[in-house]
């Protein structure tokens, strides 16, 4: 069974107590084969498979035992590419992260379309004589492309989370590269339009925009916090 190694630093741990619902909190997450709790180190080993949490899913449920995951290190596989060893060097060189950040974005793309697009094309077909301006359906659809961005992440954490975590951590997983991709598809629709419309030459052109403007910011929040569950 293939697996990978993580090691988190665990802030806040002073006794033995502390280690143990640490211990206790990993443990029982899906797809965790073994957890090493070292007080005097502060750190916790954890052993997944490979179908197992990634290390955003192991660091919110640090948190949420009341503890502080703080940068992490990684015991190298083969074709690891989520982790960062503590003390590297930060790089834009890296292209295994550049592949990984390009699919979590990928992902993030899909679920904010179903909501921006879906939103826009209500508009344009349905309610044509809804009067509201060129702004207020773009706010609206930037809200909605959110909202199905959370939801579509919350669907896939579901595999790994109880709904009520999962849904906590698909909010949290990177609101700045959501609003960003969101900003990015409903300017460029307006640039090529005019206002709030879908057209043949428009969709493509905002997804594009939509992928690269958080792309950058993907790969430096994954290269440095290891940040990832796709």
């Known amino acids: 069974m293939a ?13 033995r107590s502390c280690s143990a619902r640490v211990h206790e909190t990993l443990s029982v997450i899906p797809g965790v084969i073994d957890v090493k709790v ?14 197992g949490p990634c290390m955003e899913i192991l660091s919110e449920a640090i948190l949420e035992a009341g503890y502080t995951p703080n940068a992490p290190e990684c015991n190298p596989e ?18 295994a992260t550049w ?12 679920g ?15 309610w044509t004589d809804s ?22 992440e919350t669907v896939i954490l579901l595999k790994q989370l109880p709904f009520l975590s999962a849904l906590r951590t698909a909010a949290g997983m990177s609101l700045i590269s959501m609003i960003a991709m969101e900003a990015a598809m409903n300017i460029t629709d307006v ?10 030459y428009a969709i493509i052109p905002m997804w594009i925009a939509g992928f690269l403007t958080p792309w950058p910011y993907n790969y430096w929040r994954l290269k440095k916090y290891g940040v990832s569950c796709h």
């Open 3 to 15: 697996k990978e190694n993580y090691i988190i630093s665990v802030g806040g741990m002073t006794c």
């Open 191 to 200: 640039v090529l339009t005019g206002g709030a419309m879908l057209t043949w």
């Open 78 to 95: 083969p074709g690891q590419t989520i982790c960062q060893a503590s003390g590297s060097q930060f790089s834009w060189r890296d292209g």
């Open 131 to 152: 009067e509201w301006s060129t702004l207020a359906i773009m706010i609206l659809a930037i809200t909605n492309g959110l909202l199905t961005s959370i939801a579509l």
């Open 38 to 51: 070292e007080l005097e180190e502060k750190r916790a080993v954890i052993s997944v498979d490979e179908n």
């Open 112 to 126: 904010c379309s179903i909501g921006d697009l879906g939103t826009i094309a209500y508009f344009q077909f349905v």
């Open 99 to 110: 592949r990984q950040s390009a699919q979590n974005t990928k992902w993030c793309l899909i």
